[in-house]
């Protein structure tokens, strides 16, 4: 019997202009769906740090934006790669934090549009008003959520379900 490799979920949000660089939410999410649907993550906050402690062990990566353009825009570039990768062939769903820090960036907006090209689901969680939200952002979100919490319940809903089918 063939074992199913589960299902992958990507933490897409703000983190050039967030504080601590996005982590904390990913980390405790990417905690909360390993333990309640069984779902592999794509954190990119773990994955930049695996790239940067190669790439430029004990450096400042935004400090190099200031000192070496040029070999900062090539190690973004990598990151670029490996995301576009990860959310076209080996996810399976988008979770997406939008806030300010997201709404300054632009890597947040590259995500979502990479996955609705590719049909992957993008689940859009915000306390932020839609006319606040781009319009572009809205157009690539398949559900939204106003809390972490709430979009809890429709994976728990939507997976675990799908489990149970077997799908």
């Known amino acids: 019997?063939?074992?199913?490799?589960?299902?992958?979920?990507y933490l897409s949000g703000g983190m050039e202009f967030a504080k601590g660089e996005g982590a904390d939410w990913r980390y405790v999410l990417?905690?909360?769906?390993?333990?309640?649907?069984k779902h592999t993550v794509f954190n990119p906050n773990r994955e930049s740090e695996k790239v940067l402690s190669k790439k430029i062990p004990g450096r400042s990566f935004r400090e190099l934006k200031q000192e070496d353009l040029e070999r900062f825009t090539q190690i973004v570039r990598s990151l670029v790669d490996l995301d576009c990768r990860e959310i076209a062939h080996r996810?399976?769903?988008?979770?997406?934090?939008?806030?300010?820090?997201?709404?300054?960036?632009?890597?947040?907006?590259?995500?979502v549009t990479i996955a609705r090209f590719v049909e992957k689901p993008v689940y859009l969680v915000t306390e932020m008003k839609p006319a606040d939200i781009p319009g572009w952002v809205l157009g690539c979100t398949t559900k939204t959520f106003g809390s972490f919490d709430a979009l809890k319940i429709f994976l728990l809903e939507t997976y675990a379900t799908k489990k149970r089918m077997g799908v």
Do not use: F
């Open 91 to 111: 996810s399976n769903y988008i979770v997406c934090y939008w806030d300010e820090s997201a709404q300054k960036g632009a890597g947040t907006k590259g995500e």
């Open 30 to 37: 990417e905690d909360w769906i390993h333990r309640n649907l």
């Open 1 to 9: 019997m063939r074992t199913r490799k589960p299902l992958k979920a």
